[in-house]
């Protein structure tokens, strides 16, 4: 029967069980599971295409219009994490020779601004350092020097802990005949933001941030504007995976019958779909007080440690992702060493333009409790105590 002799052995760690360890996830993402997300879960699978998954994916689209606060019929979850949404928005709006506007004030408009460039747009990115954020201003002048068809902002840029406000920004992009994109991935359902209301064209989260499913889903909402200039298209969009209208059609935004596109996460979809309830049964408000409120007490006991916010600005500050400047004299390695080797929390540093600048610690749904506020202080006091410190 066999025509070769295996030459590969059977891998002798696969043949031990499976071993990983428990942790307080209070970085950047992913956050750990709410316990209906995780046991959503063990659920047995059914088929992709089954009527009873179609329900799923209907409500999981409500969940997703109440968390962004739109109407919106073109939204839906993205089978892949927060930079697949990032890229089906791109892949979807741009075209090759399309001017596009990208608030780089840390990481995710650099990562943006680098998918724009592959799919051949003129790239216009506005670099700020770590920590700014964008004025009305600014972002006119952009617009005005560069006429491009869509804008990107980072609504909780996670890499520097800044809060980027969203009032106005829509209607004057409109004024200007371009789109506005907008990341939240790191902010949904931590502070506040309503797509509509705000004129946002398309908006994109993760599911592995506030709403403490497991990575590998994210949402993705389409405004009628950005729809049509997704059918005013000369070339077709380069991904067949990411084109957002046989999305549209796999997800029944479309009225047609759905058909086969590729075979969704079923059982990630099952834990998205109680993360959207459990936000709907907590309502959006009371999980931004929530949030509000566990990182005002952290900053406060990070303060009381010595530690100063990164972000001068209070009214700029992230509600979910705080950011600390690396306190003086240490190496920013060995304190998040130190806290995950003898308290098992996982804290971070920088990323990207803010590498090396700062710790992040992140308080990201079930996670934003006081208690985990009083661990990670007393994990970060004790590291402060025993980590080497160079003298100046
Ligand atoms: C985490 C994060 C992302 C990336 O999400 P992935 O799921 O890792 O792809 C994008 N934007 C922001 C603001 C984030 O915090």
């Known amino acids: 029967m066999a025509s070769h002799q295996l030459y590969?052995?059977?891998?002798?760690?696969?043949?031990?069980?499976?071993?990983?360890?428990?942790?307080?996830?209070?970085?950047?993402?992913?956050?750990?599971?709410?316990?209906?997300?995780?046991?959503?879960?063990?659920?047995?699978?059914?088929?992709?295409?089954?009527?009873?998954?179609?329900?799923?994916?209907?409500?999981?689209?409500?969940?997703?219009?109440?968390?962004?606060?739109?109407?919106?019929?073109?939204?839906?979850?993205?089978?892949?994490?927060?930079?697949?949404?990032l890229e089906t928005a791109l892949l979807n709006l741009l075209e090759?020779?399309?001017?596009?506007?990208?608030?780089?004030?840390?990481?995710?408009?650099?990562?943006?601004?680098?998918?724009?460039?592959?799919?051949?747009?003129?790239?216009?990115?506005?670099?700020?350092?770590?920590?700014?954020?964008?004025?009305?201003?600014?972002?006119?002048e952009g617009l005005t020097q560069h006429k491009p068809v869509l804008l990107f902002l980072t609504h909780g840029?996670?890499?520097?802990?800044?809060?980027?406000?969203?009032?106005?920004?829509?209607?004057?992009?409109?004024?200007?005949q371009c789109l506005l994109l907008v990341d939240a991935v790191a902010s949904l359902g931590g502070s506040p933001i309503y797509m509509d209301q705000q004129g946002i064209d398309v908006l994109y989260s993760g599911s592995q941030k506030v709403l403490n499913s497991p990575p590998g889903t994210s949402l993705l909402s389409f405004s009628s504007r950005a729809k049509h200039k997704v059918y005013m298209r000369r070339t077709k969009p380069f991904s067949f995976s990411m084109d957002v209208m046989l999305l549209a059609n796999l997800w029944g935004c479309d009225n047609k019958p759905r058909m086969y596109h590729h075979t969704t996460p079923v059982v990630g979809l099952y834990s998205l779909r109680e993360s959207l309830a459990l936000m709907a049964e907590q309502g959006l408000e009371s999980s931004w007080r929530r949030h509000h409120e566990a990182t005002a007490y952290l900053h406060s006991r990070l303060q009381g440690l010595g530690l100063q916010l990164f972000v001068?600005?209070?009214?700029?500050?992230?509600?979910?992702?705080?950011?600390?400047?690396?306190?003086?004299?240490?190496?920013?390695?060995?304190?998040?060493?130190?806290?995950?080797?003898?308290?098992?929390?996982?804290?971070?540093?920088?990323?990207?333009?803010?590498?090396?600048?700062?710790?992040?610690?992140?308080?990201?749904?079930?996670?934003?409790?006081?208690?985990?506020?009083?661990?990670?202080?007393?994990?970060?006091?004790?590291?402060?105590?025993?980590?080497?410190?160079?003298?100046?």
């Open 8 to 85: 590969v052995a059977p891998p002798e760690a696969l043949l031990k069980p499976l071993s990983v360890p428990s942790r307080l996830l209070l970085g950047p993402g992913p956050s750990n599971l709410a316990p209906r997300a995780q046991a959503a879960s063990g659920l047995p699978l059914i088929g992709h295409m089954h009527k009873e998954m179609f329900q799923v994916m209907d409500e999981i689209k409500q969940g997703i219009q109440y968390a962004f606060q739109t109407r919106n019929p073109l939204t839906l979850a993205v089978s892949g994490s927060g930079h697949c949404a």
């Open 157 to 176: 840029e996670s890499s520097t802990g800044v809060l980027q406000p969203l009032d106005g920004y829509g209607e004057l992009c409109h004024r200007y």
């Open 312 to 392: 001068r600005d209070p009214a700029t500050r992230l509600p979910t992702i705080t950011t600390v400047a690396v306190p003086a004299g240490y190496d920013w390695r060995d304190i998040v060493s130190y806290v995950m080797d003898h308290f098992g929390i996982e804290i971070s540093g920088g990323l990207g333009p803010s590498m090396g600048k700062v710790l992040r610690i992140g308080l990201l749904g079930c996670n934003a409790s006081r208690e985990n506020v009083d661990h990670v202080a007393k994990a970060l006091k004790e590291a402060l105590q025993r980590c080497p410190r160079n003298k100046l």
């Open 96 to 140: 090759p020779g399309d001017s596009f506007l990208v608030g780089a004030n840390g990481i995710w408009g650099l990562r943006a601004a680098d998918i724009g460039e592959r799919i051949g747009a003129h790239v216009h990115p506005m670099i700020k350092e770590p920590g700014g954020h964008y004025t009305l201003q600014e972002v006119e």
